[in-house]
Each structure stands twice: as structure tokens, then as C-alpha cells.
């Protein structure tokens, strides 16, 4: 009993162990990466400190450039010296999979800079030199700080609703969508918008809503602008952005009929050669399935 006993506390420690290794800040390049989101999230709060996040692979040559070339150089250590850095392997089946999953990292090297609460302040992505990369960084981050600022002093454009709509846009590109949701929702009801704004305002929710895979919200809100415009550039997107969603549906039919219909009524749109190379595909598919 006792040698069992022994045996499951050896490896319940190795297993603390292996935990420990695996998550503990790495000194790498002169810096401290954290390996786990936790941690460098903690650090990130408790100095009120943006996140750079290194996607990587080990299969990736670009990103090894990048360690050999970008990390040690002096210019890199001072462009994120204020900065918390984190390393995630974007296959190593676990947070870095998922994380790369979450803020749809489909190519590597990316970096994606995060607050503290981890909503997406920018990214970078493909390889630069050290002095690009520093510039790179210094601009995204510019761009943070703007649309920050102009997030904390909204009031400011509330009788401006093209700004309210750049506003809201940028919330969906940063993917704070519910904040984006509200904002667009509030372009479509209130009174004096103008018809183009309020018309772009519905067909953004709709896209705020498909890359949340909430299709049917999507669907929705493109009925809900067609019912009050048949004509305009928004309009025409959200038509053709239904058929799309018909496609990620597996609906060819409901795709197909919708693109005929666009082709009727917008027979002069700057989307038809979109349209054109969509659809026969379509009715291949159809046809060979019977439909």
C-alpha cells in the first residue's frame, strides 16, 4: 500500500512539473514570453499593458526568421518594451489551436495584439525586418489608441452617424461584436439617419452577425433592409451576401435562386461578374444532384 501510495505522488508531481514547464515564462531573444494566455493576461491587467502574441509553427520558416533576426535586435526590444509578449504554437492541439482558431489566424507568422481583456487591437501579419516590423507595430497601435480615444469620447459624434458607422464597424473588426450590434442596430432605428446610412447599417450588422455563424440573425436583417430599400449599393451587397450564406448553408437552391433574382433586378451591378463566376457552378451542382 505504501509503495502505492508513493508511486501515484511521484506522479502526480511529475505531472505539476511538466504543467510547470509548460506554462512558465520563457526567456527568449533577451525578453520574457509567456507561453499560456493566463498569465500574460495577468501581467497585461496589472500593468495596463497591451499583448503581442507570436503565432507560430514549427513548421514555419518565416517564423524562425523572425526569432534568428527580429527578436534579438535592439530595435524590436524597444518597440515592445512596454509590451507583454506571449508565444503560442498555433498546432499544439491545445490553447495556441484554439486561440488561432478564435481570432481566425489562417497564416503564419502572425502577430495579433490584444488589451488587456483580450479584444484584438491589431494585427500583423507576414514577415518584416526589424525596422519594418517596429514601424508596423508603432502604426497599429496609433490606430488603437485613435479608435479608443474615439470610442471613450462617443458622445462627441453622436449627430455624426457616418462616424458612428466607422465606429461601429471597427468594434466588429476588433470583434467586440455585441458592441457593434448595438451601434448598428441604432443607425437602423433612429430618426434622421440618412437612407444610405441606415441601409449600410443594416447590411454590416448582417455581416456583425454571419462571422458569428448567427446565419439566421444575418437572414433576417437582410429582409428586414430589402423590405425598406430595393435599390442601392447596400442593398445589392446584402443580396449577394444572402446567396453566400445559402452556399455555407448547403442550400445550392435557395444560393441559386437568389443569385438569378440579383442578376434580374441589378442587371447593371458592379457585383455581376462576382455573380457570373458563382452561379453556373451552382447549377452544375444542382443539375448532377437532380435538382
Do not use: H
Not at 447599417?201 to 448582417?206: D, E, G
Amino acid at each position: 500500500m505504501a509503495n502505492t501510495e508513493a508511486a501515484l505522488l511521484k506522479r502526480r508531481l511529475s505531472l505539476l512539473v511538466v504543467v510547470a514547464l509548460v506554462t512558465a515564462p520563457q526567456l527568449f531573444a533577451g525578453r520574457t514570453w509567456y507561453k499560456a494566455i493566463a498569465p500574460a493576461q495577468k501581467e497585461a491587467k496589472t500593468k495596463n499593458q497591451l499583448i503581442l502574441v507570436d503565432m507560430y509553427a514549427e513548421w514555419c520558416g518565416w517564423c524562425k526568421r523572425f526569432e534568428r533576426e527580429v527578436f534579438p535586435s535592439q530595435v524590436f526590444q524597444d518597440a515592445t518594451a512596454d509590451i507583454v509578449l506571449l508565444r503560442l504554437d498555433t498546432e499544439d492541439g491545445k490553447e495556441g489551436t484554439q486561440f488561432a482558431r478564435r481570432y481566425a489566424v489562417t497564416s503564419l507568422p502572425t502577430f495579433v495584439l490584444l488589451s488587456p481583456d483580450l479584444t484584438i487591437a491589431g494585427l500583423l501579419r507576414g514577415y518584416a525586418p526589424p525596422n519594418d516590423f517596429a514601424q508596423s507595430l508603432k502604426d497599429t497601435r496609433k490606430a488603437y489608441s485613435d479608435f479608443t480615444r474615439r470610442a471613450n469620447n462617443e458622445t462627441s459624434i453622436a449627430k455624426d452617424p457616418i462616424q458612428r458607422l466607422s465606429l461601429a464597424k471597427e468594434y466588429t473588426q476588433r470583434q467586440q461584436y455585441d458592441k457593434a450590434e448595438v451601434r448598428f442596430k441604432k443607425l437602423t432605428t433612429d430618426k434622421g439617419i440618412p437612407a444610405a446610412i441606415r441601409d449600410e447599417a443594416y447590411y454590416n450588422l448582417a455581416i456583425n452577425f454571419v462571422v458569428q455563424n448567427k446565419l439566421d440573425d444575418a437572414q433576417k436583417t437582410i429582409r428586414e433592409l430589402t423590405g425598406l430599400s430595393k435599390l442601392g449599393e447596400s442593398v445589392e451587397r446584402a443580396r449577394m451576401l444572402s446567396g453566400q450564406i445559402y452556399m455555407q448553408e448547403g442550400n445550392l437552391l435557395g444560393a441559386a435562386n437568389e443569385f438569378r433574382n440579383f442578376k434580374k433586378q441589378f442587371p447593371n451591378s458592379s457585383l455581376l461578374p462576382q455573380i457570373d463566376m458563382i452561379l453556373p457552378e451552382i447549377e452544375r451542382r444542382l443539375a448532377s444532384s437532380g435538382k
